[in-house]
């Protein structure tokens, strides 16, 4: 451990099965990281508490991710990997944090504005608060880097503010200032061609999904909509199905593109193949995920594991925090 570069923290709200956007965007680059840093994976249960309705399935989506997390290459002997409101001590952190929060500053965000917008009737107190215990996840485990998309940058400048604001009135340096780190992907299209890939919009694609259910996804993607005739030329540039053959057919992208643009090759058999392609790059994903999802207690055990080693570290940092804002201990 002392020979890696530092500590990374990154977190996600359980949303149950992962597709194709959150494995490009994110898992990818979590399970890379692993090679230079410490990481520390959450999945943000308490934070998903903020805009559910429904709670049934809360216990089911936490399992379904961690297993994607597993088969995807996160290593949970080295990688600490664990569901949020197993460390309790970061409600007490939240807390704490809170009272060095202008609330101004939390109504003010782009994020919150457009959560009201979304569910106007349940702006709740802990949505407020979402990026408040954000910043308690980060710091809790002092962690240097948080890999996040753009969505979150201001979060991220957010909970480098609270961290200066605390530092500086407790006089201490009980918390450690994060960086971001961009992930760099470019935002992944969904099948309907226009917005990011999302379960919520049913414009995804499992990674868990079978071979067959893949075909059939792909079989809907939207593509130029100015192609309308088989015998039109394409515009790739404009395609979304292209844009995956980037990632899925690196080998064969250049014919791709060049029979596309003359029409030699139709949107069906270009999708048939990203399809094709898909399937073969997931097929050892699968299998793993296959084997690890016989055992659900397997999955249980390595959450409950990682969940004791984030609370050691969190105890540390907690003790800190505590004396500095002077609570008697
Ligand atoms: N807010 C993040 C999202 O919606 C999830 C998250 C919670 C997170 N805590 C975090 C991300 C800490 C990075 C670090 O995607």
Redesign the pocket.
Known sequence: MTTKKGRV?????PTGRQHLGNYLGAIKNYVALQADYECVY?I?DL?ALTTLDEFENLRQNSAEMALDWLAAGIRPDETIMFV?SHVPQVTELHTILSMFTPLGKLTDLP?FKEKVAQHPHNVNYGLVG??V???A??TLYR?GI????V??AS??EF?REIVRTFNFRTKSQALVE?QMKNTEYPKVIGTDGVAKMSKSLNNDIELAATPDETQKKVMTMVTDPQRARRSDPGRPEVCNVFTLHKTFSPNQVGQIEVDCRSAAIGCVDCKKLLAKNINLDLEPFRARRAELAQDEDTVWDILHDGAARARQLADVTLNDVKAAVGLPQ
């Open positions: 923290f990154s977190g996600a709200r959450c943000v934070h949020q994020t979402y990026p215990l954000m910043t996840d980060i962690a948080v890999p996040v998309g969505d979150q979060h991220l909970a994060p």
